[in-house]
């Protein structure tokens, strides 16, 4: 089931898997309760994002942290150009080496905070998970977007919750169709909660 999901992604997002299953845990990128649920709780939950981004352009996936979304999102979108963008030496180390490892040509590491690249990116979309709550998420996040480039941030439960509270934030860069949607991937795997919120000015 989960080959036929990825498709012609599958063997790089296996190859990721395999390299996390190898050192997530000792190079401190994934808890060690989370390499039994590898599949469920982190890959296929990174590939949901998919169906709601632009499949080619500049995507920015904020605070990549092990590869989450980033690596998953640049293996099924081939077109795409995926920027992993990751404050965090140890990490950006970990990126490039999974980059290489799976021969993927169309993403690059850019080490440094959000915040640093405001005005160096004119982004189709950006993508972030579990990196900070909505209203300093759109803080960070919108000011890499172009006009009418979307904002993609897989959230939790409290993701309408985070909406309310982001409406300053929203409304500056004229993105007030902030909506919650459910990101559904394989039968038998949780939904996950997405918030999808479009730039306009
Ligand atoms: C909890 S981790 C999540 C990592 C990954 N997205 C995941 O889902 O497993 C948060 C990540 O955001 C990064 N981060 C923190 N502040 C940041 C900022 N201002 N700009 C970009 N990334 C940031 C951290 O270094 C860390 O790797």
Redesign the pocket.
């Known amino acids: 089931m989960v080959r036929e999901y990825f498709g012609s992604a599958y063997e790089p997002v296996e190859a990721f898997h395999d390299m996390l299953v190898a050192h997530g845990e000792e190079r401190g990128l994934?808890g060690p309760r989370e390499l039994d649920r590898l599949w469920t709780r982190?890959l296929l939950n990174?590939a949901a994002v998919v169906p709601f981004l632009p499949p080619s352009g500049m995507i920015v996936?904020?605070?990549?942290?092990?590869?989450?979304?980033g690596i998953v999102v640049a293996a099924m979108l081939p077109e795409a150009q995926v920027v992993l963008?990751?404050?965090?030496e140890r990490?950006c180390i970990w990126l490039a080496e999974v980059i290489a490892k799976l021969g993927l040509t169309n993403v690059e590491v850019r080490r440094?905070?959000?915040?640093e690249f405001h005005g160096a990116f004119e982004a189709d979309a950006v993508t972030?998970?579990?990196?900070?709550a909505l209203d300093k998420l759109g803080r960070?996040a919108f000011p890499l977007l172009r006009r009418d480039g979307v904002l993609v941030a897989?959230k939790g439960r409290s993701a309408s919750e985070e909406i309310a509270a982001a409406t300053k934030v929203l409304r500056r860069y004229g993105a007030t169709d902030a909506e919650v949607l459910a990101a559904g991937t394989l039968p038998g795997v949780a939904t996950t909660t997405v918030v999808r919120a479009t730039r306009t000015r």
């Open positions: 994934i982190h990174s996936d904020l605070g990549s942290g092990a590869g989450l979304p963008v990751e404050p965090m990490r440094g905070r959000a915040e972030a998970r579990a990196v900070a960070w897989l």
